[in-house]
């Protein structure tokens, strides 16, 4: 296969591959995740054991490369197929998530850290926290309660509009509410 074949290419092929073998009953949802799963598990089980320290070593050895190509092009068809079955766009769904991941995880904030920074001592983020945030960025609030009832679409179309407000919300965790310095 060419280098340069493109993701609709290489999806027609894994489609092809399937339908010759009539595999399209077993390609539910559920089935092609769970495989997708397995192939993944496989993967990692190349690297289960080997010392992160060693593993690029590991990768580099020519018969380790080779494994991990395979499982990587088994974890590849079975995404291939996932997204076929499903009416993804995997390219569209890549760029889509890397926006929403641009604004999760600001380059400023996120900078040399494996997870969010978490403040241990932080202060409570409130509605009204979240109201004042918005006021200090020019954020009209009427504005900011219509953009929560938009499509997931027209939110990422937004996140542009608002990133510096965006990675201002991000500074405060889901999860715990705190707020990151």
Known sequence: MSADKSVDALS???RAFAQEREWGTYHDPKNLVMALAAEVGELAALLRWVPNSESDRFAAVPSSRQQLANEIGDVGIVLFSLCD????DLRQ???DKLRLNAANYPADIARGHAE?????????ATPESAVDAAADFGVDIDQLRASLKLTPEERI????ENAEFVRELRRVNPTTGCRRS
């Open 85 to 88: 079955r499903l009416g993804i």
């Open 12 to 14: 027609a092929a894994v």
């Open 116 to 124: 969010r920074p978490e403040a241990p001592n932080c202060e409570l």
């Open 93 to 95: 769904a890549i760029e």
């Open 157 to 160: 179309a937004r996140l542009d």
